[in-house]
Structures are given as structure tokens and as C-alpha cells.
């Protein structure tokens, strides 16, 4: 069975870092491109940050762009999302989800595999 995991939410201060993890059972996540999003309060949800099989390209959402690092662990069949400086503007419940083409956008077009979602709350 194909599942997606998400981790690594919690509260946090503003100006820290917090690590997301996506992990993936029965299937591997290398063969995949990921992609994270999140859904803020009473807003849609939106593209984070995604990362291409294959070393495809990496996107980033401008307001995360240069503060965040998304990246793969093979050997755990995982993919993270490290976020600093984080504000109480990235407050939401993030995902990750898969598919199986290359990240041309942060759009929700063509990722057919999601998790639950893990809960990020930024305050002091």
C-alpha cells in the first residue's frame, strides 16, 4: 500500500527552524517527484517547495525562497523541507504529496499521493 507520511511540525518561536519530514512506505520516493504544501487558516492551500526525481529541478515559493532547503534521504526514503527564520505568516498545516513528472510549478496539478498533514505553529 502506498502511503505518505508527514513530520517534524510543532510550535516554534519566531526567527527558528523546524525540519519536515515526508516518509514513504510501498513504493520508493526516489522515483517520484515531492512536492510540500501547506493551508493556512481561512486560506487555500498552496505550493512550498517541490523537488524532481531523477535531479530534476527544485522550486521554492518566493516567501520561502533562500530560507528554506528542500532535499532527499535515499536510504530513509525520505524527503525534507528545513525552513528557518520562520514567521507567524508560515503557520499551517503543511503536506507532501508525489507524482511521478518533473516539478514545473507549485501547483496541486498532477500529485495524486498525499499524507495527513503536520501541524506548524509559528508564535512567540
Known amino acids: 500500500q502506498v502511503r505518505i507520511v508527514e513530520s517534524g511540525g510543532g510550535l516554534v518561536q519566531p526567527g527558528g527552524s523546524l525540519r519536515l519530514s515526508c516518509s514513504g512506505s510501498?513504493?520508493?520516493?526516489?522515483?517520484?517527484?515531492i512536492g510540500w504544501f501547506r493551508q493556512a487558516p481561512g486560506k487555500e492551500r498552496e505550493g512550498v517547495s517541490c523537488?524532481?526525481?531523477?535531479?530534476?529541478?527544485?522550486l521554492y515559493q518566493e516567501s520561502v525562497k533562500g530560507r528554506s532547503t528542500i532535499s532527499r534521504d535515499s536510504a530513509k526514503n525520505a524527503v525534507y523541507l528545513q525552513i528557518d527564520n520562520l514567521t507567524p505568516e508560515d503557520t499551517a498545516v503543511y503536506f507532501c504529496?508525489?507524482?511521478?513528472?518533473?516539478?514545473?510549478?507549485?501547483?496541486?496539478?498532477?500529485?495524486?499521493?498525499w499524507g495527513q498533514g503536520t501541524q506548524v505553529t509559528v508564535s512567540s
Open positions: 523537488i524532481s526525481k531523477n535531479d530534476g529541478p527544485k
Open positions: 504529496a508525489g507524482q511521478f513528472h518533473l516539478c514545473s510549478d507549485l501547483t496541486e496539478v498532477g500529485f495524486g499521493t
Open positions: 510501498g513504493f520508493g520516493m526516489d522515483y517520484w517527484s
